[in-house]
């Protein structure tokens, strides 16, 4: 039987590659004689560099570059494709973990080390990107992305702006000569799942600004200064970014990346399926085995990594089963998966459950593979 195992990190707990180990694992105790393939995968966000890289067989890359309050920090990004493309995290550069509570204020961080990355990898000669942008530290709608890509943001009196969301109020014009690269010869996909725009009270300022650290008067500022932001986007570079969906994910990057590298908004999981042709390596597959810490009703609605792997398996005729630490609403479950196994089957405390992972994911697939083998002995 040849099993392809797919399934998605379990947050807090395990990385997407040792849970696909772990429901190896627990299938070879059932059925020792099983092909298994193992396709670890991502949704766009936090492991989405680790997964893309373990599956296609890519490498590291790690570099210091300016992080969120300007200090230098070493981040790392994946290059797969034989080194054509180069997939990168912005939390790694600019994420809300490296800026410690009580100094998190959206109006002076900066995604200057985003820009590094991009900047570093097309100088390597990369020409597509993938882009996660979630769990960002930002509000500076890419500026200083921008800046490290080498343009120029300046002010009426011909200053190039500091670092930060709150700058852009005095942003008078912005100059295209210094650019490192010709971005109209790069492919940039961004992964992007929300589609706020990028002002107003659905905006990237009202919505994100207080979990980074901004007051009410703040998130009034940082709106602001990202309409006049998008006012010179739009008659600079001729791009009317303000309104577009996802335009406000990860601070405003979302904009950035569309009106300074021409990058497309798309979803995450879709996109990350097609870096690793999942559709190839599913082919002629007997099972698909997938998961995450959690599946319920928000796995399908919010288009999450294993409700991806479920609907290609499903396009292809292959059975799917969803493997995850809990398991709740099973209707609209039934309706992705063929079935589904709670990874914890015996009460415990969460903290318990996330430290005994791995054995219970083990256990979960085990449990599926043996009455996989005893339904197959009864036909």
């Not at 599956?55 to 080194?83: C, K, M, Q, S």
């Not at 405003?252 to 097609?274: C, D, H, I, S």
């Not at 919010?302 to 609907?311: E, I, L, Q």
């Not at 493997?323 to 318990?352: I, K, N, R, Y």
């Amino acid at each position: 039987m040849r099993i392809v195992v797919a399934p998605n990190a379990f947050k807090g707990s395990l990385s997407a590659l040792q849970a696909a180990e772990a429901i190896r694992d627990g299938v070879l105790a059932a059925a020792a004689d099983a092909d298994l393939v193992l396709v670890p995968i991502a949704d766009g966000g936090d492991g989405t560099v680790d997964a893309l890289v373990a599956t296609t067989h890519g490498e590291r890359r790690t570099l210091r570059v300016r992080g969120p309050l300007t200090h230098p920090v070493d981040a790392d990004y994946g290059v797969i494709d034989n080194g054509k493309t180069a997939v990168i995290e912005m939390a790694k550069a600019a994420g809300l973990a490296l800026v410690p509570p009580d100094r998190r204020d959206p109006r002076v961080t900066t995604t200057y080390g985003v820009g590094e990355l991009l900047q570093h990898a097309y100088d390597a000669k990369a020409r597509h990107f993938i882009v996660g942008i979630g769990g960002s530290a930002t509000n500076d709608g890419g500026a200083g992305m921008a800046q490290a890509l080498g343009y120029h943001l300046l002010d009426g009196n011909g200053h190039e702006l500091p670092p930060g969301g709150l700058a852009l109020q005095k942003l008078a014009r912005i100059h295209t000569g210094g650019v490192h690269a010709d971005w109209q010869q790069a492919e940039v996909d961004v992964a992007c799942d929300v589609t706020n725009p990028l002002t107003g009270p659905s905006g990237a300022s009202a919505v994100y600004g207080p979990q980074k650290g901004a007051t009410p008067e703040m998130v009034a500022e940082l709106d602001a200064a990202l309409r006049h932001f998008a006012e010179i986007i739009r008659r600079d570079l001729g791009r009317d970014v303000e309104p577009l969906p996802g335009a406000g994910a990860a601070g405003g990057l979302g904009a950035g990346l569309v009106a300074f590298t021409g990058a497309r908004l798309r979803p995450g999981a879709e996109m990350v399926m097609e870096a690793i042709r999942l559709d190839d390596r599913i082919k002629g597959a007997d099972l698909v085995m997938t998961g995450e810490g959690r599946l319920d009703s928000q796995t399908a609605r919010f288009g999450k990594g294993p409700a991806v792997v479920a609907r290609h398996a499903r396009n292809a005729g292959i059975p799917v089963v969803g493997l995850g630490g809990s398991v709740a609403d099973e209707a609209e479950l039934s309706l992705l998966f063929d079935g589904v196994e709670a990874t914890v089957v015996e009460p415990c405390s969460l903290d318990d459950a996330m430290a005994q992972a791995r054995p219970l994911l083990v256990g979960a697939a085990s449990r599926v593979m043996r009455l996989l083998v005893a339904g197959g002995r009864l036909a």
